[in-house]
């Protein structure tokens, strides 16, 4: 099963051209594996292929892989949904959580993070085109869960995710304007670096529009099969 380390050596291509297009360097632009779905046996075969961050949507079948693959050193990083009930999990067990939208999610992902870890990474989830079914918060409502967030201690805010709709890639655009006014006006502006879009069909415009953390499932691991 070469094939998948072939796909990430793809992968990583089509970052490296899409930074060149837009003369970025390729160093500014993170791959994050999104595995959901996926047997722990394919993460372990991307990860010996070299890649240690990896994105999980649905807890229970995360916290069973990261239970799993304890023994290696990944970067776990949570992309789904954040339910309130939920939180204590995330706090404990991930590196990364990307979908929050509110501040009472921050507030216990901080209280539930234990002290004795580092502190929790989180994005503000923002719903950047106005999609009626999708979570994150109003663009308008981004420099208050800012401000709010940052004061939280066991978190370190890092900056932005969104998922705009298929095609709006003129959406990437408005979600580095809003990151950069944040940054610009943020006082823990050195930890305000993360910009978390593009998938594996839109990576390329996420990218060329500022892209730190593209978040690719498909062209890592092949389609998903949601029946089992
Ligand atoms: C599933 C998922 C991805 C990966 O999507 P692909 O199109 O398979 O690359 C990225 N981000 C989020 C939030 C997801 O849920």
């Keep these: 099963m070469n094939d998948l380390k072939q796909a990430r050596n793809d992968v990583l291509q089509q970052i490296e051209h899409a930074c060149q297009n837009a003369q970025r360097d390729q160093a500014e632009v ?17 990860y010996m292929a070299g890649q240690r961050a990896f ?9 069973e892989k990261i239970e799993k693959l304890q023994d290696l050193d990944i970067e776990w990083h949570f992309i789904g949904h954040v339910q309130r ?17 509110r501040l009472i999610i921050a507030e216990r992902l901080s209280t539930q993070r234990d002290v004795n870890q580092e502190a929790l990474n989180i994005c503000l989830q923002v719903n950047i085109d106005g999609q009626d079914s999708k ?26 995710m969104v998922i705009p709709a298929p095609n709006n890639t003129a959406a990437f655009d408005d979600a580095k304007q809003l990151f950069e006014a944040v940054k610009s006006k943020h006082q823990h502006a050195e930890d305000w670096d993360t910009l978390s879009m593009g998938m594996s069909g839109d990576m390329k415009e996420a990218i060329a529009a500022g892209s730190t953390m593209v978040r690719v499932g498909t062209a890592l ?6 029946s089992k």
Excluded at 55 to 63: P, R, S, V
Excluded at 85 to 101: C, M, P, Q, R
Excluded at 144 to 160: A, D, F, K, M, T
Excluded at 221 to 226: A, L, P
């Design 85 to 101: 009930n939920k939180t204590k999990y995330l706090a404990e067990k991930f590196d990364w959580v990307h979908g929050v939208d």
């Design 55 to 63: 994105g999980e949507n649905y807890l229970q079948e995360a916290l």
């Design 30 to 46: 993170q791959l994050l594996a999104v595995s959901k779905t996926h047997p722990s046996d394919m993460l372990k075969e991307m």
């Design 221 to 226: 691991f092949g389609s998903r099969d949601y």
């Design 135 to 160: 979570d994150g918060c109003q663009p308008s409502k981004v420099a208050e869960l800012v401000q709010q967030i940052s004061q939280l201690p066991h978190l370190r805010l890092r900056g932005l």
